[in-house]
């Protein structure tokens, strides 16, 4: 079926209403700004960061949900000790709305378990899609930012994630593998998206500030050669004994140990982003298109 009329009877389908949950506020583009976090590998402390972010962000007053989109694997729900009662196939089933579906964490922040049914986006049918766009819309009137903690890796799902997103953010550490991972990750972004804009950088587990910018210049400097991609750097976030027993904890060290070394490097790059300019802005019909991967820009 060609994507044009697909998209089409999306539009129709929509303005015949024909699924309509629990009518919201009409809106034509996305208030909460969306962040995609990647990782070229796993093990980097992606969702680690997705989290301690998110507190961080709260902390400052600003409601966030994360969405954990590592499907199947659960990686936020475990980290965070809490046990979700819906996830996104509910959603997407029809047996909850969006809203839900939600799961109050520490401080407030709400996340959305990801499961196991979201795995094949680009075949969900016209209903599911509506779900979908009407769930995204949900969490427009009830965040602030949206981080999206999605799959190590490489595949469609995750590139698509990052086009739907305003930014993006990719997490690596100073190992020789994660750096070609992150590379391989920017590289198939630059692939798919050709006109992608400035993707931002964080450097985890870091044995000090020299080793983490020498990582970002390497990174920085091979994107800019063969890709023409510019990296915009975050911070760093230390190795530290408090993170480790914090994830042991099943909590967020910048909620467990707030005085700890690393829980002051995600404020730091929580502040560093928020005093960035806010990236764009779709309509949540587009959003959602490109999210299964209908849309190519």
Same mark, same amino acid.
């Given at each position: 079926m060609m994507v044009?009329?697909?998209a089409q009877r999306l539009r129709e389908l929509m303005a015949q209403n024909a699924y309509a949950p629990e009518p919201i506020?009409?809106?034509?583009?996305?208030n909460a700004r969306i962040i995609a976090v990647a990782s070229g590998k796993g093990g980097v402390g992606k969702s680690n960061f997705s989290i301690n972010l998110a507190i961080q962000m709260r902390k400052l007053g600003k409601r966030v949900v994360i969405i954990d989109a590592d499907f199947g694997l659960a990686n936020v729900e475990i980290?965070?000790?809490? %046990?979700?009662?819906?996830? @996104?196939?509910?959603? =997407? /089933? &029809?047996t909850v709305d969006m809203e839900s579906a939600l799961t109050i964490g520490p401080m407030g922040c709400m996340f959305l378990s990801g499961g196991s049914g979201?795995?094949?986006?680009?075949?969900?049918?016209?209903?599911?899609i509506l779900r979908l766009t009407d769930g995204?819309?949900?969490?427009?009137?009830?965040?602030?930012?949206?981080?999206?903690?999605?799959?190590?890796?490489?595949?469609n799902t995750v590139v698509n994630f990052i086009r739907a997103a305003s930014?993006?953010?990719?997490?690596?550490?100073?190992?020789?593998?994660?750096?070609?991972?992150?590379?391989?990750?920017?590289?198939?972004?630059?692939?798919?998206m050709?006109?992608?804009?400035?993707?931002?950088?964080?450097?985890?587990?870091?044995?000090?500030? %020299?080793?983490?910018?020498? @990582?970002?210049?390497? =990174? /920085? &400097?091979v994107s800019g050669r063969f890709l023409e991609i510019k990296l915009k750097y975050l911070g760093s976030i230390p190795f530290d004994s408090y993170l480790v027993r914090a994830v042991r904890k099943q909590k967020p060290v910048?909620?467990?140990?707030?005085?700890?070394?690393?829980?002051?490097?995600?404020?730091?790059?929580?502040?560093?982003?928020?005093?960035?300019?806010?990236?764009?802005?779709?309509?949540?019909?587009?959003?959602?298109?490109?999210?299964?991967?209908?849309f190519s820009s």
């Open positions: 044009m009329d697909q506020a009409e809106k034509t583009t996305m980290l965070l000790g809490v %046990a979700p009662k819906h996830t @996104v196939v509910d959603v =997407l /089933n &029809g979201m795995a094949a986006l680009a075949e969900l049918d016209d209903r599911q995204f819309a949900q969490l427009d009137s009830l965040a602030d930012f949206i981080l999206i903690d999605t799959r190590a890796g490489i595949s930014d993006t953010i990719v997490v690596t550490t100073p190992d020789p593998t994660a750096i070609a991972d992150a590379y391989t990750l920017i590289k198939s972004v630059k692939t798919t050709p006109d992608v804009g400035m993707l931002k950088l964080v450097v985890n587990c870091a044995v000090n500030d %020299a080793e983490a910018q020498e @990582v970002f210049e390497k =990174l /920085n &400097g910048s909620i467990q140990y707030p005085f700890a070394e690393s829980a002051n490097r995600y404020g730091e790059i929580c502040a560093n982003l928020l005093d960035m300019e806010a990236g764009k802005k779709n309509s949540i019909q587009n959003f959602v298109m490109k999210l299964i991967g209908k």
